[in-house]
């Protein structure tokens, strides 16, 4: 089944710089993608989903780029401030089934 | 407010104790989905219902857990017996059987067994 790897587990930043967190996955019918932040304390909230066809996605201070040769989904939080200091989650789900595979989550502070 | 309703938000029992909780999926999705999660690691995939029918489940969930959707507006996880170790978050999402879908969380009933 689906290996969904994400790293890393714990990512700390100065208030300003650039935070990357990263996900591979081995299934290759993997299909749509997703990132999601979790505030302390709160419940899963969407960031974006990704179609299997864009490789570069833009929302508000940050990209996803998906690299599916690579099999490699990456968030780029541009200019990180400490409301971003939240849990960061990737999902993928494949062709075969409609569960989510998770990654085990990054834990992001940024420093004031 | 999530689209997804998770009730109730917070619960506590005693060890022993049955528990429940209930989701409201967003209107129109067909596929419901728990998870649990332990302070704030990763998520624990627990079941998947699709269309009111459970499709798949973890072993744990069978022996120790009850889960039913009686409506398709309504579903419900049960613990029969709660140990401490099912003090966790509990998360239901929703979403259409459809490629393109949103997958959406509830807010999450936060369970502590004492």
């Known amino acids: 089944g689906e290996q969904v790897e994400q790293r890393p587990p714990h990512l700390s930043v100065r208030e300003g710089d650039s935070a990357v967190i990263t996900c591979t996955y081995t299934?290759?019918?993997?299909?749509?993608f997703f990132w999601y932040k979790q505030e302390p304390g709160a419940s899963l909230q969407l960031l974006m989903k990704?179609?299997?066809?864009?490789e570069i996605n833009e929302g508000q201070g940050f990209t996803v780029l998906l690299n599916k040769k690579d099999k490699r989904l990456s968030l780029n939080l541009t200019a990180a401030h400490p409301g971003d200091s939240a849990a960061y989650f990737c999902?993928?789900?494949?062709?075969?089934?409609?569960?989510?595979?998770f990654g085990k989550g990054t834990s992001l502070t940024v420093i004031p | 407010d999530a689209a997804v309703t998770q009730k109730p938000r917070y619960l506590i029992k005693m060890k022993g104790q049955e528990a429940e909780m209930k989701c409201i999926p967003e209107?129109?999705?067909?596929?419901v989905f728990w998870y649990q999660q332990k302070q704030s690691k990763e998520l624990k995939f627990l079941i998947y219902?699709?269309?009111?029918?459970?499709?798949?489940q973890i072993d744990m969930v069978k022996e120790r857990f009850s889960a039913v959707c009686p409506s398709s507006s309504l579903c419900s996880l049960g613990i029969r017996t709660c140990e401490a170790e099912d003090s966790a978050l509990y998360l239901c999402?929703?979403?259409?059987?459809?490629?393109?879908?949103?997958?959406?969380f509830g807010s999450g009933t936060r369970l502590l067994v004492i």
């Open positions: 999902a993928v789900i494949n062709t075969g089934y409609q569960n989510f595979y």
């Open positions: 299934d290759p019918n993997s299909y749509y």
């Open positions: 990704v179609f299997s066809s864009t």
């Open positions: 209107k129109g999705h067909t596929a």
């Open positions: 219902f699709q269309n009111q029918q459970p499709l798949d």
């Open positions: 999402s929703s979403s259409q059987s459809a490629a393109n879908s949103d997958y959406t």
